[in-house]
């Protein structure tokens, strides 16, 4: 009991100054690994690699291989600090796959920006994936936090669960960059927290995860089966491997999550809001890596560090092997939507998850219900439409093409006026939250739908669903989809029961 109360003081009370893993955890579970990095942050014995010397080392490579590196600024932070993300090119490379990987985009999960640029300095060392890849890495997605080693942005916003709303500018940045580069592999490094509340109720004195790195890819249902499958099959299957070979533990990510008063597991992901999924609905192979970490300081940090580039380095390998098939699965995928899932669920299921023990400091199993997100089960479906198509004539129409367009959707004008026959939301049910998720008060609708021929006039701005990111666009554009715009909250003011959305589903040209 003591050592519980203990348990909950040091996570809740103290955490940002005391570490809760007692040293017999570490040096049976997590041993540092014999590696040498030459990153910043172990040219220190405290702290981790600060802005100026991210930047620092940045310009020191670039220089000394300026053939095969730039350096651009995406943007600024919300408090004016340039974000660099570094482009690995080969000039004599022909047709390489775009690799896209990202860190720091939590503030507080230094292992992501270290790895990401230990494996910088370390394509760059032996620079022949270059042949067929190119590669762009961000790894301070969240300076501001990072500075502060805190999770959120300057302004409070979680920059994983905007995705689809882009109300951060760093967000925008991001997201703007990504669709620039067309990204065909994308891998999003973060660290995780293995201290939770909810671990403290099992066992004597509580548990804490067993696993150095927990892998989350999607099972959102507008993501091609082909592509899901693939993405397991192939990428996290090879980066499991690698993860073998140095004998790390490794999981698919679960999350706890309180379902009427009872801890259950969330796993994998399905939420368009957070990058994984994101990502692989901009057709692309994508998944969030996880390390164990949050919360603990400088601990095991060589070994966190390890891990994640390991992974990365994974991921570019299958990507360099895979360079023809993946090229044709991705093709195939883009062509491969006959609906749109606008609703899901997970599947349930029971399961036994490995855990450390805090009391005997031994591995247990605990039978947990789990809600498995790569096993949806589609709750609201809708046929595909040819396009949508938003009215031009309302002002704030203006702002969701502008995200749109962020999201790498390509968006169109009709020229001419042209009759169609459509679909219109009319919405039956709506309601606000009163509690404020990610600032933002977000709304429950219901709609039904209506058919009605109708003549577009010229200037309407069309979102064809024969393109790339369809995917992305259903999920933004479908009123009752969790992360929809107006799920979010963004056309609050223009809704009410009866009447029609301003925009449409083209069924028929
Ligand atoms: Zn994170």
Redesign the pocket.
Known sequence: MLNRILLVLIVFGFGFTLNPQPRIVTEKFFPDVQKEFNTPAFKKKRGFTNYEELIAYLNQLQQANSALMEIKYIGNSQKGMAIPMVVLTDKNAKDPIRVWMQGG??G??PA?TEGMLHLIGEVLREPEMLQRLQIAVVPMANIDGYVKQD?YAANGLDL?RDQTKLMAPESVYLKQAFSDFRAEVAV?F???RPYRRDFVHYNRAGVTSLFDVMFLYSGNLNIPEELRNYTNDVFVHAARKTLDASGMRHHDYFTTADYHGDVHLNQGSVQSRSSATSYALSNCISS?I?VRG?GIGRTSFKRRVFCTYEVARSYLRTAYDQHDELRSVLARSEKARREVIVKSSRKVLNRNVAFIDLDTYTEVELPMVVHDGFHCIPKLSRSLPVAYALDANLKYIRTLVGKLKTLGVEVSILKDPKQVKIEKYIPTYLKRESASYEKVHRMDIRTRIERADTLLPAGTFLVHMNQKNAGLAAEVLEPEGPNSFISFGLLTPRLAPGRVLPYYRIIEN
């Open positions: 985009l939590h507080d999960e992501s999770r994983n999003d973060h660290e995780y969030l996880e949050v």
